[in-house]
Structures are given as structure tokens and as C-alpha cells.
């Protein structure tokens, strides 16, 4: 049985490739809707392992037909961070919602801080809060510069 693999980001892909396996599927951008609509043609009556997080929020998962069997795998647990440290950069980027509710437990923004967000669910996280963000246009390091020398 051949098997697929399918990845989140160039990122993903390129530690893919240094284990010796090559993507068949390469999902790009912020919106993992978009993205599981793409993928949902290749992964269309198959089964599908999505590795990831002990509480992933299935962004993709969901996106695909009740014919795709899926199987998500933990492979690491999301544990939040106490006692965070406040910050005082110009610039705060946050990579996932859990992120944003380590951070927030104790500590504000300072006046004229920026906040980048990496990935729609992030972003919604600070729309909950009422924090004006900026999304990059990919989550990759040239989205991230463009979003930071963009502000």
C-alpha cells in the first residue's frame, strides 16, 4: 500500500524531505478550511493519519467526506505555560490560541505594542478579546517578515 503525506507549510515540507520522504500534498495559507477543501480531492475515500496535538481542534479533519476514515494520532500534549514572563517588544507574534491564553493570563499589552497572529484560529482568539492583529498572508518566514516590516 502506497503511502501519502501530506503536510501544513513549507516548513513542514522541507523537514519532510531531510527524512527522506517527499509531500504529496502541501497545504498553504491561514484558512484550514481552504486548505482541508484541497486536500479533501486527494484524501477522498482513504484513510488519513493526522499526527498532532492530544486536543487538536480538527480544522481539516473536518473538512473531509464521511467516506475518508480518519485516525488522529497525539503525539505531544499542549501544556500551557505559567507565570509568562511580560514582554516588551515592539512587535508580538503568537503562533496558536493557547499561546494567547498563556501570554493574557497575566499580562497586557503595553501602549503601542503590535500583535501579529499566525493562523485564522489565533486571530479569532484576539477578535475575542477585541486586539487588533495582523495575519500574515502565509505562515511561513516570509509571510511573518512581510507582517512584521508591514506594521
Given at each position: 500500500?502506497?503511502?501519502?503525506f501530506?503536510?501544513m507549510?513549507?516548513?513542514?515540507?522541507?523537514?519532510?524531505?531531510r527524512?527522506?520522504?517527499?509531500?504529496?500534498f502541501v497545504?498553504?495559507?491561514?484558512?484550514?478550511?481552504?486548505?482541508?477543501?484541497?486536500?479533501a480531492?486527494?484524501a477522498n475515500?482513504?484513510?488519513?493519519?493526522?499526527?498532532?496535538a492530544?486536543?487538536?481542534?480538527?480544522?481539516?479533519q473536518?473538512?473531509?467526506s464521511?467516506?475518508t476514515?480518519?485516525i488522529?494520532?497525539?503525539?505531544?500534549?499542549t501544556v500551557?505555560?505559567?507565570?509568562?514572563?511580560?514582554?516588551?517588544?515592539?512587535?508580538?507574534i503568537f503562533?496558536s490560541?493557547?499561546?494567547?491564553d498563556a501570554y493574557?493570563?497575566d499580562n497586557?499589552?503595553e501602549p503601542g505594542?503590535k500583535?501579529?497572529?499566525?493562523?485564522k484560529s489565533?486571530?479569532?482568539?484576539?477578535?475575542?478579546?477585541?486586539?487588533?492583529?495582523?495575519l500574515?498572508?502565509?505562515?511561513?518566514?516570509v509571510?511573518?517578515?512581510?507582517?512584521?516590516f508591514?506594521?
Open positions: 500500500k502506497k503511502v501519502k501530506g503536510v507549510g513549507a516548513g513542514s515540507e522541507d523537514m519532510l524531505r527524512n527522506g520522504h517527499f509531500a504529496d497545504g498553504e495559507g491561514t484558512d484550514t478550511a481552504d486548505v482541508a477543501t484541497d486536500f480531492v486527494l475515500v482513504t484513510t488519513v493519519l493526522f499526527p498532532g492530544d486536543n487538536p481542534m480538527r480544522s481539516i473536518q473538512g473531509l464521511a467516506e476514515k480518519i488522529d494520532l497525539p503525539v505531544y500534549e500551557l505555560e505559567e507565570d509568562v514572563e511580560p514582554s516588551g517588544a515592539d512587535v508580538m503562533t490560541p493557547s499561546n494567547v493574557f493570563a497586557l499589552l505594542q500583535v501579529i497572529a499566525i493562523g489565533t486571530g479569532k482568539k484576539f477578535d475575542e478579546m477585541g486586539v487588533k492583529y495582523v500574515p498572508f502565509s505562515p511561513d518566514e509571510g511573518l517578515a512581510e507582517a512584521v508591514g506594521i
